[in-house]
Protein backbone atom coordinates (compact mmCIF):
# COMPACT_ATOMS: atom_id res chain seq x y z
CA UNK A 1 0.00 0.00 0.00
CA UNK A 2 1.64 3.57 -1.39
CA UNK A 3 0.81 6.71 -0.46
CA UNK A 4 -1.15 7.22 -4.08
CA UNK A 5 -2.98 3.99 -3.51
CA UNK A 6 -5.18 6.48 -1.39
CA UNK A 7 -8.29 8.43 -1.37
CA UNK A 8 -9.30 8.24 2.88
CA UNK A 9 -7.60 11.50 3.51
CA UNK A 10 -9.76 13.51 1.23
CA UNK A 11 -12.53 15.51 3.33
CA UNK A 12 -15.52 12.92 3.03
CA UNK A 13 -13.67 10.24 2.02
CA UNK A 14 -13.90 7.21 4.48
CA UNK A 15 -13.69 3.77 3.86
CA UNK A 16 -16.57 2.92 2.23
CA UNK A 17 -16.12 5.38 -0.41
CA UNK A 18 -12.15 4.49 -0.89
CA UNK A 19 -13.24 0.71 -1.02
CA UNK A 20 -16.32 1.77 -3.83
CA UNK A 21 -13.56 3.36 -5.67
CA UNK A 22 -11.03 0.79 -5.76
CA UNK A 23 -13.85 -1.87 -6.82
CA UNK A 24 -13.92 0.16 -9.68
CA UNK A 25 -10.94 -0.27 -10.49
CA UNK A 26 -9.22 3.48 -9.50
CA UNK A 27 -6.81 1.94 -7.15
CA UNK A 28 -4.44 4.50 -7.64
CA UNK A 29 -4.45 8.52 -8.56
CA UNK A 30 -3.70 8.09 -11.98
CA UNK A 31 -6.72 5.99 -12.41
CA UNK A 32 -9.39 8.39 -10.90
CA UNK A 33 -11.95 9.37 -13.20
CA UNK A 34 -14.51 12.32 -11.73
CA UNK A 35 -17.79 9.89 -12.97
CA UNK A 36 -16.67 7.59 -9.71
CA UNK A 37 -18.01 10.21 -7.34
CA UNK A 38 -19.80 13.39 -6.66
CA UNK A 39 -18.99 16.67 -8.06
CA UNK A 40 -17.64 17.94 -4.76
CA UNK A 41 -15.91 15.15 -3.67
CA UNK A 42 -14.27 15.13 -7.04
CA UNK A 43 -12.63 18.89 -6.68
CA UNK A 44 -11.68 17.18 -3.46
CA UNK A 45 -9.92 14.09 -4.57
CA UNK A 46 -8.19 16.03 -7.35
CA UNK A 47 -7.07 18.87 -5.45
CA UNK A 48 -5.80 16.53 -2.51
CA UNK A 49 -3.87 14.49 -5.56
CA UNK A 50 -2.33 17.80 -7.22
CA UNK A 51 -1.01 18.65 -3.76
CA UNK A 52 -0.25 15.19 -2.70
CA UNK A 53 1.83 15.06 -5.69
CA UNK A 54 3.85 18.07 -5.03
CA UNK A 55 4.66 17.06 -1.29
CA UNK A 56 5.43 13.54 -2.36
CA UNK A 57 8.17 14.99 -4.79
CA UNK A 58 9.32 17.21 -1.83
CA UNK A 59 9.47 14.45 0.49
CA UNK A 60 7.33 16.01 2.62
CA UNK A 61 6.26 12.82 5.50
CA UNK A 62 4.69 15.20 7.65
CA UNK A 63 1.92 16.77 5.46
CA UNK A 64 0.83 13.00 4.81
CA UNK A 65 0.95 12.55 8.35
CA UNK A 66 -1.21 15.19 8.93
CA UNK A 67 -4.03 14.18 6.07
CA UNK A 68 -4.01 10.52 6.96
CA UNK A 69 -6.59 9.09 9.70
CA UNK A 70 -4.31 8.02 12.76
CA UNK A 71 -5.62 4.19 11.92
CA UNK A 72 -4.48 4.55 8.16
CA UNK A 73 -0.79 6.47 8.75
CA UNK A 74 0.82 2.74 8.28
CA UNK A 75 0.53 3.20 4.62
CA UNK A 76 2.74 5.95 4.64
CA UNK A 77 5.43 3.17 5.53
CA UNK A 78 5.81 2.04 1.82
CA UNK A 79 6.94 5.60 0.20
CA UNK A 80 9.49 6.66 3.24
CA UNK A 81 10.72 2.88 4.01
CA UNK A 82 14.61 3.72 3.01
CA UNK A 83 14.51 6.50 5.57
CA UNK A 84 12.48 5.04 7.75
CA UNK A 85 13.77 4.65 11.51
CA UNK A 86 13.49 2.17 13.53
CA UNK A 87 14.29 2.63 17.75
CA UNK A 88 13.79 1.08 20.88
CA UNK A 89 14.91 1.79 24.41
CA UNK A 90 16.12 0.63 27.56
CA UNK A 91 15.60 1.89 30.96
CA UNK A 92 15.68 1.19 34.32
CA UNK A 93 12.22 1.08 35.40
CA UNK A 94 8.50 2.20 34.17
CA UNK A 95 8.52 5.75 35.03
CA UNK A 96 9.79 8.44 32.19
CA UNK A 97 9.99 11.05 35.20
CA UNK A 98 11.68 8.99 37.96
CA UNK A 99 13.83 6.45 35.82
CA UNK A 100 17.07 6.73 33.49
CA UNK A 101 17.35 5.86 29.97
CA UNK A 102 20.30 3.33 29.46
CA UNK A 103 20.54 2.52 25.91
CA UNK A 104 18.97 3.62 22.74
CA UNK A 105 19.29 1.42 19.35
CA UNK A 106 18.19 3.04 15.66
CA UNK A 107 18.29 0.59 13.18
CA UNK A 108 17.88 3.01 9.93
CA UNK A 109 18.56 1.00 6.20
CA UNK A 110 21.46 -1.29 6.96
CA UNK A 111 23.06 -0.03 9.83
CA UNK A 112 22.10 -0.25 13.46
CA UNK A 113 23.47 2.72 16.25
CA UNK A 114 23.27 1.59 19.89
CA UNK A 115 23.59 4.53 22.39
CA UNK A 116 24.81 4.11 25.77
CA UNK A 117 24.66 5.91 29.14
CA UNK A 118 27.91 5.58 29.47
CA UNK A 119 30.53 8.15 28.58
CA UNK A 120 33.35 5.74 27.53
CA UNK A 121 31.25 2.16 26.45
CA UNK A 122 32.20 -1.20 25.76
CA UNK A 123 30.02 -1.37 22.97
CA UNK A 124 27.95 1.43 21.01
CA UNK A 125 28.40 5.26 21.49
CA UNK A 126 27.63 7.36 24.25
CA UNK A 127 24.18 8.38 24.90
CA UNK A 128 23.83 12.34 24.71
CA UNK A 129 20.96 14.42 23.30
CA UNK A 130 22.83 15.82 20.73
CA UNK A 131 23.82 11.62 19.34
CA UNK A 132 19.65 11.18 20.23
CA UNK A 133 18.76 14.47 17.91
CA UNK A 134 21.26 13.28 15.27
CA UNK A 135 19.94 9.90 15.27
CA UNK A 136 16.09 10.41 14.84
CA UNK A 137 16.05 14.21 13.84
CA UNK A 138 15.99 13.91 10.52
CA UNK A 139 14.05 10.76 9.86
CA UNK A 140 10.89 11.08 7.73
CA UNK A 141 8.70 8.41 9.53
CA UNK A 142 9.96 6.69 13.30
CA UNK A 143 8.65 3.46 13.59
CA UNK A 144 8.34 2.11 17.45
CA UNK A 145 6.09 -0.81 19.51
CA UNK A 146 4.45 1.43 22.07
CA UNK A 147 6.88 4.03 21.71
CA UNK A 148 4.10 6.74 21.66
CA UNK A 149 3.57 6.19 25.09
CA UNK A 150 6.82 4.74 26.09
CA UNK A 151 10.25 5.41 24.24
CA UNK A 152 9.14 9.08 22.93
CA UNK A 153 8.46 10.20 26.56
CA UNK A 154 11.35 8.63 28.23
CA UNK A 155 13.40 10.25 25.42
CA UNK A 156 12.02 13.84 25.40
CA UNK A 157 11.92 13.90 29.41
CA UNK A 158 15.51 12.40 29.50
CA UNK A 159 17.00 15.07 26.96
CA UNK A 160 15.13 18.06 26.96
CA UNK A 161 13.70 16.94 23.23
CA UNK A 162 10.90 16.59 21.04
CA UNK A 163 10.52 14.11 18.80
CA UNK A 164 7.31 14.97 16.43
CA UNK A 165 8.31 13.55 13.19
CA UNK A 166 5.79 11.29 11.58
CA UNK A 167 5.38 8.21 13.78
CA UNK A 168 4.06 4.73 13.28
CA UNK A 169 3.29 3.01 16.88
CA UNK A 170 3.22 -0.72 15.38
CA UNK A 171 1.25 -1.60 18.68
CA UNK A 172 -2.13 -0.42 17.56
CA UNK A 173 -2.10 -1.48 13.49
CA UNK A 174 -0.91 -5.09 15.25
CA UNK A 175 -4.28 -4.85 17.06
CA UNK A 176 -5.77 -3.93 13.95
CA UNK A 177 -5.02 -7.43 12.87
CA UNK A 178 -5.72 -9.34 16.78
CA UNK A 179 -2.01 -9.18 17.44
CA UNK A 180 -1.76 -8.57 21.14
CA UNK A 181 0.35 -8.11 23.85
CA UNK A 182 4.08 -7.24 23.72
CA UNK A 183 6.43 -6.69 21.19
CA UNK A 184 8.09 -10.60 22.02
CA UNK A 185 4.29 -11.85 21.92
CA UNK A 186 3.65 -10.60 18.70
CA UNK A 187 7.18 -11.49 17.13
CA UNK A 188 5.94 -15.07 17.81
CA UNK A 189 3.01 -15.02 16.85
CA UNK A 190 4.13 -13.78 13.11
CA UNK A 191 7.21 -16.26 13.31
CA UNK A 192 10.08 -13.10 14.05
CA UNK A 193 12.66 -15.32 15.78
CA UNK A 194 15.44 -14.43 18.36
CA UNK A 195 18.86 -14.69 19.29
CA UNK A 196 17.57 -15.21 23.32
CA UNK A 197 13.95 -15.35 23.43
CA UNK A 198 14.40 -15.58 27.16
CA UNK A 199 15.40 -12.34 27.12
CA UNK A 200 12.93 -9.71 28.19
CA UNK A 201 12.18 -5.84 29.53
CA UNK A 202 12.58 -6.66 33.12
CA UNK A 203 16.10 -8.68 32.15
CA UNK A 204 17.50 -5.30 30.73
CA UNK A 205 17.30 -3.76 33.75
CA UNK A 206 18.97 -6.54 35.87
CA UNK A 207 21.24 -6.24 32.98
CA UNK A 208 22.22 -2.62 33.50
CA UNK A 209 22.04 -3.17 36.99
CA UNK A 210 25.15 -5.78 36.92
CA UNK A 211 27.36 -3.70 34.31
CA UNK A 212 27.06 -0.81 36.96
CA UNK A 213 28.70 -3.58 39.17
CA UNK A 214 31.36 -4.30 37.04
CA UNK A 215 29.97 -6.93 34.84
CA UNK A 216 30.66 -5.85 31.09
CA UNK A 217 29.56 -9.05 29.37
CA UNK A 218 26.19 -7.67 30.98
CA UNK A 219 26.26 -4.92 28.37
CA UNK A 220 27.12 -6.75 25.79
CA UNK A 221 24.29 -8.76 25.90
CA UNK A 222 21.71 -5.72 27.07
CA UNK A 223 22.85 -4.12 23.57
CA UNK A 224 22.27 -7.42 21.35
CA UNK A 225 19.40 -7.49 23.25
CA UNK A 226 18.30 -4.00 22.65
CA UNK A 227 19.61 -4.03 19.10
CA UNK A 228 17.53 -7.01 18.32
CA UNK A 229 14.28 -4.83 19.20
CA UNK A 230 14.94 -2.30 16.90
CA UNK A 231 15.77 -4.83 14.07
CA UNK A 232 12.90 -7.05 14.27
CA UNK A 233 10.64 -3.89 14.40
CA UNK A 234 11.41 -3.62 10.62
CA UNK A 235 10.65 -7.27 10.40
CA UNK A 236 7.11 -6.31 12.02
CA UNK A 237 6.11 -3.44 9.62
CA UNK A 238 6.77 -5.63 6.77
CA UNK A 239 4.41 -8.12 7.97
CA UNK A 240 1.98 -5.40 9.31
CA UNK A 241 1.80 -3.17 5.89
CA UNK A 242 1.29 -6.81 3.47
CA UNK A 243 -1.50 -7.84 5.94
CA UNK A 244 -3.36 -4.36 6.58
CA UNK A 245 -2.88 -3.96 2.42
CA UNK A 246 -4.13 -7.04 1.52
CA UNK A 247 -7.10 -6.95 4.42
CA UNK A 248 -8.34 -3.33 2.39
CA UNK A 249 -7.67 -4.75 -0.87
CA UNK A 250 -9.29 -7.98 -0.36
CA UNK A 251 -11.82 -6.77 0.97
CA UNK A 252 -12.33 -4.62 -2.40
CA UNK A 253 -11.64 -7.41 -4.58
CA UNK A 254 -14.99 -9.55 -2.92
Keep these: MRIENSFIPVDGV ?13 THWDDFERDAVGETTADRIEAFIETGRERLDAGDSRFFDSAFPSAHRWRLYEN ?13 GLSHARDD ?8 GDETLTLVADPDPIVGRPLTREAVRE ?4 APLLVTFNGK ?9 AF ?24 KAVERAVGVERDRPDLSGRDAVRLWREYERGANDALETLVSYNREDAINLRTLMEHVAGALHERAFGRADR
Excluded at 15 to 24: C, D, H, P, V, Y
Excluded at 149 to 157: A, G, H, K, S
Aim: aromatic share 10%.
Design 135 to 138: ALAD
Design 149 to 157: RFDVPFLET
Design 14 to 26: GEKTERGLWERGI
Design 160 to 183: DLTLDAPHVDLMYPCRRLDLTGGL
Design 80 to 92: FREEACFFDIETT
Design 101 to 108: VTTVSVHR
